[in-house]
């Protein structure tokens, strides 16, 4: 990726699954934080629906989806 790129992206901090992330995107703040919490809540809803808390699945699952 060039330097021009790197300077385009900003840096957020997320909370997904109970966990915070620092993560650098070149999307907007709004569009960021729409997709990480579409992201926690779809982790919230398999958990719940499996009875498993287990984050690594939860992901997986989420991933797969």
Do not use: C
Request: aromatic letters at 8%.
């Amino acid at each position: 990726m060039s330097p021009a790129a790197d300077s385009r992206k900003q840096t957020y901090k997320v909370r997904i699954f109970n966990q915070t992330y620092s993560i650098s995107s070149s999307a907007s703040e709004a569009e960021f934080q729409q997709i990480a919490d579409y992201v926690d809540h779809l982790m919230h809803t398999i958990a719940s629906r499996s009875g498993s808390a287990d984050s690594t699945r939860a992901a997986v699952m989420a991933a797969m989806h």
